[in-house]
């Protein structure tokens, strides 16, 4: 593989989330979370895994931190996770924003910049008991949140995502009911995506309020759809599927309005709105975060003749990842970009020497990195790019059957082992102007 290049300044970092790592589920005064009670139902997760014990995080939290200083990242995007700093929504549990003060300030002790993420996906219990995201007093509820994150952890954290992939939670948690909470209700799940994009707004607001200096963004995962035969008919329905999923979110956040024809189309499915809505989602943002991982293709059932796949089922293809930024940086007005996610599941396995040789993974991470750079050369406003994920960990429906990581775990034992893939990782990240930490 060819050297890549990247700008002095890039951001090169790990990401990770709360409820796929923490464990301690219930431990220091953590409340239910909608993913405590969906992987606790039986029949919603692969094998009956839950999230009660994940990578122990909880516990292990600066092994894993010194593994990020040792691979020469000098970024973490990791979540907070609601239900553990609001057990019933309401009152704060000390021991929970206690828990994310020691996490952020061991990342200053090692001269790691925290890139904090609000939500990802891990809703207290009781406030879904009182309707969840269906109910319009989460944007209120929301905001509290943001506020009383922020005046604990605003002085030291300085870069914040309101939300993880709002798509993922309106449409897989409410329409198909893959995820928590379960639910399948196209109806509902346009109002709950409506209140997510409205909640952001109020979030951002709440955190400019109440921090010092905050850089502020949102979390967007996008699938670019592209054609087999580029058909008319074809062009036409991949045209639409953008539409109805990226656009619906990306046209509010940076437009002010959804897209006209897939409103009409939903006609009495379409959420109910508020004046001034439209406004507060679109608040400007100082960044915003894109998470790849695959392309959808029309014009076929299966498998593109040719390309490889993940063990996730997704196909590999980098190109569209340069495809779809040059897309959007000519169609919309745009923040600077970061990469907040970006990586491969294969079905990692210890080598008789006692290494995880990945070199799939590897391939995978190069070709999308020179795919970023290509769009970068094009004039597409990158500034950063985090790999999903530290850790193998809890892969959400999908139980501990997935490995995402450039760190291995052995869920048995706790066991950390570096990956072919995350020395790759680290030798890149020095090879791009950035000296080895100290």
């Known amino acids: 593989m060819k050297g890549l290049s990247f700008p002095s300044g890039f951001v090169w970092g790990a990401a990770t989330a709360a409820y796929q790592i923490e464990g301690a589920w219930n431990e220091e005064g953590k409340g239910e979370s909608i993913w405590d009670r969906f992987s606790h139902t039986r029949g919603k997760v692969l094998n009956g895994d839950t999230g009660d014990m994940a990578c122990d995080h909880y516990h292990r939290y600066r092994e894993d931190l010194k593994l990020l200083r040792d691979l020469n990242l000098r970024a973490y995007r990791f979540s907070t996770s609601w239900a553990r700093i609001l057990p019933q929504g309401g009152a704060v549990n000390s021991r929970g924003l206690d828990f994310y003060e020691?996490?952020?300030?061991?990342?200053?002790?090692?001269?790691?910049?925290?890139?904090?993420?609000?939500?990802?996906?891990?809703?207290?219990?009781?406030?879904?008991?009182?309707g969840g995201w269906g109910n319009r007093d989460i944007v209120g509820q929301f905001a509290d949140y943001a506020t009383i994150v922020a005046k604990r952890l605003g002085d030291r954290v300085k870069n914040w995502m309101t939300l993880n992939e709002p798509w993922v939670i309106a449409f897989m948690g409410h329409r198909s009911g893959e995820h928590a909470p379960g639910l399948r209700d196209e109806k509902l799940a346009l109002q709950v995506a409506h209140h997510l994009l409205v909640a952001h707004g109020a979030a951002v607001d709440a955190l400019r309020a109440n921090t010092r200096a905050a850089r502020v963004g949102i979390v967007i995962n996008l699938l670019p759809v592209e054609t087999l035969h580029d058909?008319?008919?074809?062009?036409?329905?991949?045209?639409?599927?953008?539409?109805?999923?990226?656009a619906w979110f990306l046209d509010p956040i940076f437009r002010g309005s959804y897209p006209a024809a897939i409103w009409q189309a939903y006609g009495a499915k379409q959420p109910r709105t508020l004046p001034g809505d439209m406004a507060q989602i679109a608040r400007q943002l100082d960044f915003w975060g894109i998470n790849y991982y695959s392309r959808h293709v029309v014009g076929i059932n299966g498998r593109v003749p040719g390309s490889e796949y993940t063990a996730m089922g997704w196909e590999v293809n980098a190109p569209a990842l340069e495809r779809m930024l040059v897309r959007l940086n000519h169609e919309y007005q745009l923040p600077p970009i970061l990469i907040t996610e970006n990586g491969a599941a294969f079905a990692d396995q210890y080598a008789d020497d006692g290494s995880v040789q990945d070199p799939r993974r590897i391939a995978y991470l190069y070709t999308h990195l020179e795919a970023t750079a290509r769009a970068m050369a094009q004039g597409v406003n990158v500034r950063g790019y985090f790999v999903w994920s530290l850790l193998d960990n809890f892969e959400w429906a999908y139980g501990y059957g997935k490995r995402f990581g450039i760190v291995y775990v052995d869920y048995t034992t706790q066991k950390r082992v570096l990956k072919d893939s995350a020395k790759w990782y680290a030798q890149t990240v020095s090879e791009n102007a950035l000296a080895p930490l100290a």
């Not at 200053?108 to 207290?124: A, G, K, Q, V």
């Open 231 to 246: 058909t008319e008919q074809e062009r036409a329905l991949a045209e639409q599927n953008w539409q109805s999923d990226s």
């Open 102 to 130: 020691r996490l952020v300030d061991t990342l200053l002790e090692f001269e790691i910049e925290p890139y904090l993420t609000l939500y990802h996906w891990d809703l207290p219990q009781a406030l879904q008991e009182r």
